[in-house]
């Protein structure tokens, strides 16, 4: 997360993200493990006995025993009853020769279609003991906890012990290494945490499954010495270990294993590629390798010649380089290839001619997230068996080749933010083809009608491209297994359809953003009932909305109609049993009152619209959950209501430029949330209200109305977070109290154009944000889309992220008197100063050149005296420069700097000379400098100094950098999912 400030309920959401991507790795895990464990053996032992065959007392006690010390909420143990046989109880297995209980299956979970089901708990009795023939033991997918007890190490029969999935915890009984039977071991997903080491793994000779995944060995760094000693090991699985990375170039395997075939160690701390070569000595037998998610870097090395039986290979999330090799070209059966989100940088085509000899089994290709250069290889067409191809986020460029219809097969075709060019290509006889993702490519033709063909097509992605196409009904032929489509950012990309079209499909998500569809409303949204998101900004609509779509539109998580043209009234959806938390309808023709939210509304955006009339409606109702409200750029006015203690949850508040008038309401100040008031150019008057409460404020701009009164000693005091301060304009008055000067952050501080009077604090130097050159981000981190409007010389200009860069004091036009202080002279990240139009005195403070990243300094108009300071030639950066009109004497110091500047930053100062300007200095030679031109008298003119720096430096925050943070919290970027999800479970 970019943003770190905000209010508990982003991190409730994200919580509640990280939960869901949790069980759906919980789920991915599980269902891969299942599966190939269902090839082992060991599973398939059903509890059958001869009828004839009773138990013996003796282990029924046994059994009894153990029961006692269970908990079985859900009554699966109910057979478990002492008149019956227990070769007949539910979970045992006897010897059909000699009635011997030999087999133990508790692992219920997978038989039980109950939800309810509760996993067995409590302790493992040590009367186990007393079954001496027990040689399959499974508590798996249980609620045991407390150590894994030690007597386990004492059933010396045992082949099959299955303790995944439970609670246990501490570190795992080096006694279980006495299982010298023992074929299948699995102790995975447990609370086990850093064995010091795995030694005891080594004495299970008969081993051939082990799976211990998601236990942590951090600090068994003899492992792989451990782990290749099991001769007739087949399975090993140890995901997410946390394995400590060792160089295994000087090892010895050539002793291991040879019967390998499953070899997982993905979510480790593997660095070194020596890894490879364990990999390369143990067997041709390998039928699948998992080394995703560590940190293996350098290029794969030839290692994969002898591995004629390999069908998947997963080296995903690595630091990988260069291509992929050779020794590729034998993997002949090859059907899984995972090489994303590494650093391959190859041409795509030369990788891809060494996997041909996987020609017809390869079913997964996924190769996204690396820097894969080129064009598509026309060659991987002839994949004939490919389902699943993902070379999404390369450098690919070209168009698609023509021979796409070969890939029968295809069911996800993901290609997006690489530079594609051409148009979609004929997609004729892909009838499997579900997800089609082209978005940010360069794609600037047409789209193949036979997209209309694709029966199976589910999700289609060509936004930001440049598709010429008009889209008409054949495109959606025979799509009627749509449901999600996006292809905004396509500026000529426009809708022919009828007006009272019914497409085959029931869309979840639409996004047509930045397309041509109007003028008219496309009608046919409405038949959409099961819309999710709907987005049809700057869509060229200029229409009004059918009342119906307001039904439509209340279920969607957020409504953007922004920048179009559409007119009418914004209906009253408190009526309407509304759940919609956004609305952004921002630059429309939206008129009439705004009416009461509905109460769980989170966001509503209505700026720049013509809406009217004062806000008393809003009081109707409560929306304690409305985070931002922007009603700024409209044709409101009256007098606020004073009803804002039932938006207590306002992060963002603007109003600006409208036509309210009265006081600034009381309840602004139960606002304990906010960040961001914008109440600038309305007519606001009398004095503020207190918000001292509001300690979360960081923008403030009243400017531009005409609120009077002092500014209060709280400002400095309480609003310890503020960035920007803006009163400009208004009719304050007082002097500027000491206070100002606690603010730690303040960037941009503008009290210009009021009547402040009295001298300027002598402790401005104490703003930190403004005594260092330095540019680092303080306690704020900025949101990615943050933008803040800046009036530069009369000029608008957007500043993002680089905002912090800021530092300006802006105190013109007030009643100033005093000098300027000295210690303004160590502000030295100060870059824009303006204290013009006062009736300061004195003499501009000697070391003034300290601030050499000064780039606007304006002391026009006031009275200063004496020189300029010498030092006026260190200000290297200074950009805009006003000192005219004062009494400032003697000669004008020289650099080429100053040079740049012409007689109006200078003049109507009686005494200054230079070759700036008329008066040349005495000394100097006079006339024929190019530099002096015209003959100014004594620039006295009203416009030259306005010229200069007025409108000045005028800072308008735009709301809009909260639509970004808001969607950071209901979106987390799949990207970060897996670590996430590993931090999680490491905090188990
Ligand atoms: C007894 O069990 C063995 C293996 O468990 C099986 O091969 C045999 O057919 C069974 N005998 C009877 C009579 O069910
Ligand atoms: C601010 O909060 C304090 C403590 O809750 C309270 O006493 C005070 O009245 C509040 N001030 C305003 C202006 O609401």
Not at 290 to 310: A, C, E, H, Q
Not at 749 to 772: E, K, M, R, Y
Request: glycine share 6%; hydrophobic share 40%.
């Amino acid at each position: 997360m970019q943003f770190v400030v905000m209010s508990g309920r982003s991190s409730i959401h994200s919580g509640f993200v990280l939960a869901w991507l949790l069980v759906l790795w919980l789920v991915i895990v599980w269902s891969a493990a299942i599966c190939c464990c269902s090839s082992s053996a060991a599973r398939n032992i059903s509890p059958s006995n001869d009828v004839n065959v009773r138990c013996m007392e003796r282990e029924k006690h046994a059994l009894l025993q153990f029961k006692q010390r269970l908990v079985d909420d859900s009554n699966a143990l109910a057979s478990w009853e002492s008149k019956e046989d227990c070769c007949k109880w539910r979970g045992i297995a006897c010897d059909n020769q000699t009635g011997h209980v030999n087999v133990i299956r508790l692992d219920f979970y997978h038989d039980s279609s109950d939800f309810n089901y509760t996993p067995l708990r409590g302790e493992i009795s040590p009367s186990l003991l007393e079954l001496p023939y027990l040689y399959y033991l499974d508590l798996g997918f249980n609620d045991f906890s407390g150590t894994i007890p030690k007597f386990i190490g004492s059933l010396s029969r045992l082949k099959v012990l299955e303790l995944g999935s439970n609670s246990f915890s501490g570190s795992i009984p080096p006694q279980l290494g006495n299982l010298s039977n023992l074929h299948t071991l699995d102790l995975s997903w447990n609370f086990v945490f850093t064995s010091e080491n795995i030694e005891w793994v080594s004495q299970l000779s008969s081993l051939r499954y082990l799976n211990m995944s998601f236990l942590n060995f951090c600090r068994a760094v003899n492992w792989p010495q451990s782990i290749s000693q099991l001769l007739s090991l087949i399975e090993l699985r140890l995901i997410s270990c946390d394995l400590p990375d060792v160089d295994m170039a000087s090892l010895s395997f050539t002793n291991s294993s040879t019967s390998l075939q499953v070899f997982h160690l993905s979510g480790n701390f593997l660095i070194s590629s020596s890894i490879f070569y364990w990999i390369g000595n143990v067997s041709r037998n390998l039928v699948s390798i998992g080394l995703s998610y560590n940190r293996i870097k350098g290029t794969i090395p030839d290692v994969f010649t002898n591995m004629d039986s390999l069908l998947t290979l997963d080296l995903s999330s690595n630091q990988l380089e260069g291509g992929i090799p050779k020794s590729f070209r034998s993997l002949c059966r090859l059907e899984n290839l995972y090489l994303y989100s590494n650093n391959f940088s190859d041409r795509l085509e030369q990788s891809i001619g060494n996997l041909s000899c996987a020609q017809d089994t390869l079913k997964s290709l996924y190769l996204r997230d690396n820097l894969w250069w080129g064009s598509f290889p026309d060659d991987l067409t002839r994949f004939v068996s490919l389902e699943e191809l993902h070379i999404d986020n390369a450098i690919m460029s070209g168009s698609l080749p023509e021979s796409f219809q070969q890939l029968s097969q295809l069911r996800t075709l993901s290609l997006g933010h690489n530079r594609l060019s051409g148009s979609f290509p004929d997609v004729t006889g892909l009838a499997l083809l579900s997800s089609i993702d082209l978005s940010y490519n360069q794609l600037n033709g047409s789209l193949h009608d036979s997209l209309g063909q694709l029966s199976s097509l589910a999700r289609i992605d060509l936004s930001r491209n440049s598709l010429n196409v008009v889209l008409t009904e054949a495109h959606f032929l025979n799509l009627s297994k749509l449901q999600y489509v996006d292809v905004s950012y396509n500026p000529a990309f426009s809708f022919h359809v009828s007006l009272s079209w019914n497409p085959p499909f029931q869309l979840y998500d639409l996004k047509m953003a930045s397309c041509k569809v109007g003028p008219a409303f496309p009608k046919w949204t409405l038949t959409q009932r099961e819309l999710s998101t709907l987005d049809l900004s700057n869509a060229g609509i200029s229409d009004s909305i059918p009342d119906n779509f307001w039904d439509l539109a209340c279920s969607l998580p957020l409504l953007n109609l922004s920048i179009n043209q559409i007119h009418g009234k914004f209906p009253n959806l408190s009526s309407r049993n509304c759940s919609i938390p956004s609305i952004d309808l921002r630059s429309n023709r939206f008129s009439g009152a705004v009416p009461p939210f509905h109460t769980n509304v989170g966001a509503v955006w209505l700026s720049k619209n013509k809406f009217s009339g004062d806000l008393s409606s809003i009081c109707s109702t409560q929306a304690p959950e409305l985070l931002i409200l922007d009603l700024s750029d409209n044709l409101l006015s009256g007098e606020l209501p004073n009803c804002w203690v039932q938006f207590q949850g306002l992060v963002a508040l603007n109003l600006a430029n409208n036509s309210f008038s009265g006081k600034i309401p009381s309840s602004f100040g139960s606002l304990k949330s906010l960040y961001q008031l914008q109440l600038q150019r309305n007519n606001f008057s009398g004095e503020l209200p207190s918000l001292e409460n509001c300690t979360e404020l960081a923008f403030v701009d009243l400017g531009f109305n005409n609120l009077s009164g002092k500014i209060q000693a709280w400002i400095g005091s309480s609003l310890k977070k503020l960035l920007v301060l803006q009163l400009r304009s208004n009719h304050f008055s007082g002097s500027i109290p000491t206070s100002i000067c606690s603010l730690p952050f303040i960037r941009v501080l503008d009290l210009s154009q009021n009547n402040i009077s009295g001298a300027l604090p002598h402790c401005l130097n104490n703003l930190t944000a403004f005594s260092s050159v330095s540019q680092e981000v303080d306690y704020l981190s900025y949101p990615s889309d943050f933008v803040l409007q800046l009036i530069w010389k009369g000029a608008e200009t957007e500043y993002g992220k680089n905002f912090r860069y800021l530092r300006s004091i802006d105190i013109s036009s007030n009643n100033l008197t005093g000098v300027i202080p000295e210690n303004i002279t160590y502000m030295l990240g100060l870059r824009s100063l303006n204290l013009s139009r006062n009736s300061l005195t004195g003499v501009i403070p000697e070391k003034f050149g300290q601030l050499e990243v000064l780039e606007v300094l304006d002391l026009s108009r006031n009275h200063l005296s004496g020189s300029i300071p010498d030092s006026f030639r260190n200000l290297h950066s200074i950009a805009v420069l006003n000192l005219s009109i004062n009494n400032l004497s003697g000669r004008i110091p020289s650099s080429t700097q100053l040079l740049t500047f012409t007689e109006s930053s200078f003049a109507g100062n009686v005494g200054l000379c230079g070759p700036q300007l008329t008066t040349k200095c005495r000394g100097d030679r006079s006339s024929e400098d190019p530099k002096v031109t015209g003959s100014t008298e004594s620039g006295e003119s009203e416009n030259d100094s306005d010229g200069f720096i007025t409108p000045g430096f005028y800072v308008g925050i735009g709301i809009g950098f909260l639509i970004g943070f808001v969607g950071v919290c209901l979106a987390l970027p799949p990207e970060t999912s897996w670590r996430y999800v590993q931090q999680c479970l490491r905090q188990r």
